[in-house]
């Protein structure tokens, strides 16, 4: 996989090269448009990286997520004594209690087993006892790590690991525009007070949905089936805490940057941006916090702005070369986000600026796993769903800013 990635890579970066000679034909010529065959090999050319980019990030994910395999099951990336069964052997012998959960069900279980899960359960905040399975930190490692490939704006935000899942007073604060001053000698120091906004990170609960999982491929022991499913069940949560980390309301549900950022920008038109428009949505926000930014778009966002050119006739999309090297815009990495709007009348389609410094993001410690077993009996299949904890807001406004379309 990560062979096939780099010849990918590598041939993203061959279609760019000729693309770029095709404009440099053109202005050796003194020419500000291309002719008819030009045209035709530059879009064909544009095509063919367009084609390959949704693998390119299958590839990654499939690299990043195997990588994530990798990862030792007694991992603890949040450390909680409070659910640490004990020593390691008790450790060991509940994932194999849990593994054997999995794949056949409490019933399944030994007797030491059941009793094993019963003082996990007593010793965890937020079980479920009315079926949930808590799960090994290894295994919840994993599904959170997934969730992070399939969540743009986690992967850039600040993220708050919490043993539990009580209400947190949050600060939020802008102190761009204050500044020191030279003190002279027997002169009172002056006050600047930081002036404080107050947000509240809650812990809504979410859940994967049902994951179905046939019989056959449970009782094969050649499956890594806690690996198969940490995956699914950690994409899918992905999805939808990136969803409102983006749009979010902050009723009821996190709030999204994009709900509580500055318009930057009010694009002239309705449909389209201007690479101006970009320049000026970098400009909008402090240098302070330039220094680490990113860009947020949806993917067909990304292919319109694909072919803007900046005052000196370059393009301001450079590809990503080696493994690893994200595309850029202005220099700026950018991360596509399903969640952005597309570009219409009054959307808000381009967000730039520090998202760590921006948004912050909550999650509680731990997961549970609940099996439904008889539910599709008739299927021959059996039911997974996952739940956590999670919230998310804006922690500073002026950090990232956002393109309203005009």
Known sequence: MREKLKKLLLRRANLWEQMQEVDAAAEAEGRSTLTAEEREKWERLDSEIREIEPDIDRLERGVALGDVDDIPADID??????????????????????????RGGLESLTTEQRQLVASYRAQSVGTDTAGGFTVPEGFWAKVTESMSHFNSVTAVSEVLPTSGGESIPWPTNDDTSNEGAILTENTQVGEEDLVF????????????????????????SGIDVEGYLARKLGERLGRITNRH????????????????????????????????????????????????????LNDATVASVRKLKDGDGQYIWKPGIGEGQRSTLLGYEYRTNPYMALLATGAKTIAFGNFRAAYVVRNVSGGSVMRLTERYADFLQVGFLAYGRHDGVVQDASAVKVIQQG
Not at 86 to 102: C, H, T, V
Not at 261 to 289: C, F, K, N, P, Q
């Open 77 to 102: 990336p949040t450390p909680d004594d409070r659910n640490d069964p004990g020593p390691q052997d008790d450790i060991d012998r509940y994932r194999s209690a849990f593994e054997g959960y999995l």
């Open 197 to 220: 906004g107050a947000a509240q990170l809650d812990a809504y609960m979410y859940t994967s949905k049902m994951v179905r999982v046939s019989l056959q491929l449970l009782q094969d």
């Open 245 to 296: 980390y983006t749009v979010g309301t902050g009723t009821g549900q996190p709030q999204g940057f994009v709900t509580g950022a500055t318009v930057g920008v009010t694009a002239a038109a309705a449909a389209a941006v201007a690479a101006d428009e970009l320049i000026d949505l970098e400009h909008s926000v402090d240098e302070a916090y330039r220094s680490g930014a990113s860009w947020q």
